[in-house]
């Protein structure tokens, strides 16, 4: 998809339809939450310059990388978009008592995301395709992007490092880190402007 996110409308359906499918019990499978699953998106946050008052997690899942910025950032208000409203409705269980709706899940597609332009401080995404335009377009100047990919190369959808600094460069963001933690790798970048 990095490379040709042209092929995104033929292939949407059939990836909503797959994630849906198997939302259920899909944590337990696939070790989301787990240490290993979250190791390199920590050592990105660790990159993170300041602290983040909006945070935007892309493909969200099940939610536990929002659950993770919820618990990094304790004062950013941390939202998560995700095609799957099966995915949706997983992460929405996991939230439990939020009186200052601080957390807060949407279904909707990262090629056309439903937030506004300049909207986050801080957007990421994990072990998936990124959609350069839309990541950059949600970001505020100054902001921050994180890439990660779990298990690295292994990843399905992992997007090489050289690819992620080539197309955001193309886009204002300068690389802060690209490295690996456990058995994943990041990327870290911040967008040109802010103080």
Same mark, same amino acid.
């Given at each position: 998809? =990095?490379?040709?996110?042209?092929?995104?409308? *033929?292939?949407?359906?059939?990836?909503?339809?797959?994630?849906?499918? !198997?939302?259920? &019990?899909?944590?337990?499978?696939? &070790?989301?939450?787990?240490?290993?699953?979250?190791?390199?998106? =920590?050592?990105?946050? $660790?990159?993170?310059?300041?602290?983040?008052? !909006?945070?935007?997690?892309?493909?969200?899942?099940?939610?536990?990388?929002? $659950?993770?910025?919820?618990? #990094?950032?304790?004062?950013?208000?941390?939202?998560?978009?995700?095609?799957? #409203?099966?995915?949706?409705?997983?992460?929405?269980?996991?939230?439990? $008592?939020?009186?200052?709706?601080?957390?807060?899940?949407?279904?909707?597609?990262?090629?056309?995301?439903?937030?506004?332009?300049?909207?986050?401080? *801080?957007?990421?995404?994990?072990?998936?395709?990124?959609?350069?335009?839309?990541?950059?377009?949600?970001?505020?100047?100054? &902001?921050?992007?994180?890439? +990660?990919?779990?298990?690295?190369?292994?990843?399905?959808?992992?997007? !090489?490092?050289? *690819?992620?600094?080539?197309?955001?460069? #193309?886009? %204002? +963001?300068?690389?802060?880190?690209?490295? =690996?933690?456990?058995?994943?790798?990041?990327?870290? %970048?911040? *967008? #040109?402007?802010?103080?």
């Amino acid at each position: 998809m =990095a490379r040709a996110p042209w092929l995104w409308p *033929l292939l949407r359906s059939p990836t909503r339809r797959f994630f849906s499918a !198997r939302a259920s &019990g899909w944590d337990e499978r696939t &070790g989301a939450g787990g240490v290993e699953h979250l190791t390199p998106l =920590a050592a990105a946050a $660790l990159r993170v310059g300041r602290a983040p008052e !909006r945070v935007l997690d892309v493909g969200c899942g099940t939610g536990e990388g929002t $659950l993770f910025f919820a618990r #990094e950032f304790p004062q950013a208000r941390v939202r998560g978009v995700d095609l799957s #409203e099966e995915m949706i409705a997983a992460a929405v269980a996991k939230v439990g $008592l939020d009186p200052e709706g601080r957390i807060a899940f949407k279904v909707g597609d990262a090629a056309a995301l439903p937030h506004p332009d300049d909207s986050f401080d *801080l957007v990421a995404q994990l072990n998936m395709p990124p959609f350069f335009e839309e990541l950059v377009r949600v970001l505020r100047p100054g &902001g921050y992007v994180i890439v +990660v990919s779990s298990w690295g190369s292994r990843t399905p959808f992992y997007t !090489r490092p050289g *690819l992620l600094r080539w197309k955001f460069l #193309e886009r %204002g +963001v300068e690389p802060v880190e690209i490295g =690996a933690a456990g058995a994943g790798t990041f990327y870290v %970048g911040r *967008l #040109e402007g802010g103080d």
